[in-house]
């Protein structure tokens, strides 16, 4: 997957996390602005901050790239229908693994469930055959493409992996001891993982491949011999002992040339094109009126 594409991808996950705040925020103002308007979020000694003031620098700040956000996502999907542009589920999956293989560590940084990713590379998908329906790309240029960059095709065996901390086996064995009781594994790594930077994500390490010289080998090969969902007995390592937790595996895969020529397609005429992979070329054709900040435009 294109770095560009990444980055778009993490980008619109971030205003949606954005759009979250804000309804949860204005709904309840939706149903009893009155109230609303003079309940206090904060006090600084005598002065009061209003929830009004809050949700108004919340729209100020944020308000017009999560409105753009909902129209671009709106404009795909109704350009995508007019122009009968479909996406499988088959290229959401690998364009899915390929994102999670290629960026280690997203479960820990994106922290979104699987839905969510789904449907943000579907759109962004939808978008890019949209702005690419019309270009044409030999195949010689496509196939030329996959021999030189066989390694973006390429998704290595990857282990999403969550893990607790701790000096001694000793301790290790507590911590099994009280996973077997049911005690969350989540919970135990923010108790007790001598981790302090993943002890706040509940242990999780995100998406660890095998070809991941940064993690301990220890680790992977604890990590081939779990099942999902499963835990691991004491792994000792350099700093002491880990207990590893599974929380997903990916096949490792090289895509052939023919599961992929779309995706090159799409990627080559995308550079061809130069312009910016964005749904606003729609926003005419689909007459989007915008209001935001009480003036109007198309």
Same mark, same amino acid.
């Given at each position: 997957?294109?770095?560009?594409?990444?980055?778009?991808?993490?980008? *619109?996950?971030?205003?949606?996390?954005?759009?979250?705040?804000?309804?949860?925020?204005?709904?309840?103002? $939706?149903?009893?602005?009155?109230? @609303?308007?003079?309940?206090?979020?904060?006090?600084?000694?005598?002065?009061? @901050?209003?929830?009004?003031?809050? $949700?108004?620098?919340?729209?100020?700040?944020? *308000?017009?790239?999560?409105?753009?956000?909902? #129209?671009? &996502?709106?404009?795909?999907?109704?350009?995508?229908?007019?122009? &009968? #542009?479909?996406?499988?589920? !088959?290229? #959401?999956?690998?364009?899915?693994? %390929?994102?999670?293989? %290629?960026?280690?560590?997203? +479960?820990?940084?994106?922290?979104?469930?699987?839905?969510?990713?789904?449907?943000?590379?579907?759109?962004?998908?939808?978008?890019?055959?949209?702005?690419?329906?019309?270009?044409?790309?030999?195949?010689?240029?496509?196939?030329?493409?996959?021999?030189?960059? /066989?390694?973006?095709?390429? $998704?290595?065996?990857?282990?999403?992996?969550?893990?607790?901390?701790?000096?001694?086996? &000793?301790?290790?064995?507590?911590?099994?001891?009280?996973?077997?009781?049911?005690?969350? =594994?989540?919970?135990?790594? %923010?108790?007790?993982?001598?981790?302090? =930077?993943?002890?706040?994500? *509940?242990?999780?390490?995100?998406?660890?491949?095998?070809?991941?010289?940064?993690?301990? /080998? !220890?680790?992977?090969?604890?990590?081939?011999?779990?099942?999902?969902? /499963?835990?691991? +007995?004491?792994?000792?390592?350099?700093?002491?002992?880990?207990?590893?937790?599974?929380?997903?595996?990916?096949?490792?895969?090289?895509?052939?040339?023919?599961? #992929? &020529?779309?995706?090159?397609?799409?990627? $080559?005429?995308?550079?061809?094109?130069?312009?910016?992979?964005? +749904?606003?070329?729609?926003?005419?054709?689909?007459?989007?009126?915008?209001?935001?900040?009480?003036?109007?435009?198309?």
């Amino acid at each position: 997957m294109p770095k560009q594409k990444l980055r778009a991808i993490i980008a *619109g996950l971030a205003l949606l996390n954005l759009l979250t705040i804000v309804i949860f925020v204005i709904k309840p103002l $939706i149903i009893s602005k009155s109230v @609303i308007g003079e309940e206090t979020v904060a006090k600084i000694g005598s002065t009061d @901050i209003s929830r009004e003031a809050w $949700i108004n620098e919340l729209e100020k700040r944020y *308000g017009e790239d999560v409105l753009e956000e909902m #129209v671009d &996502k709106e404009v795909v999907k109704q350009a995508a229908e007019k122009y &009968k #542009v479909k996406t499988s589920d !088959e290229e #959401v999956d690998r364009e899915l693994k %390929m994102m999670k293989t %290629m960026y280690g560590t997203a +479960g820990q940084t994106l922290n979104k469930s699987t839905d969510q990713l789904r449907q943000e590379i579907q759109s962004s998908l939808l978008l890019e055959k949209l702005l690419t329906k019309d270009v044409s790309v030999s195949e010689t240029a496509m196939q030329k493409y996959y021999d030189d960059n /066989k390694d973006i095709y390429r $998704i290595p065996t990857t282990y999403h992996i969550s893990h607790i901390t701790s000096s001694t086996k &000793k301790q290790a064995d507590q911590i099994i001891n009280e996973l077997e009781k049911g005690v969350s =594994f989540a919970v135990l790594a %923010m108790e007790k993982s001598l981790d302090e =930077f993943t002890a706040n994500q *509940g242990g999780d390490l995100g998406y660890i491949s095998q070809d991941n010289e940064q993690v301990s /080998k !220890e680790y992977i090969t604890a990590a081939e011999k779990l099942k999902v969902n /499963k835990w691991s +007995g004491p792994v000792e390592t350099d700093e002491g002992w880990a207990v590893l937790y599974l929380h997903e595996k990916i096949e490792g895969n090289q895509y052939t040339y023919d599961e #992929v &020529k779309d995706q090159i397609h799409r990627q $080559i005429a995308l550079e061809q094109i130069q312009s910016p992979v964005s +749904g606003k070329i729609f926003w005419d054709e689909l007459d989007v009126e915008w209001f935001y900040g009480l003036k109007e435009q198309k």
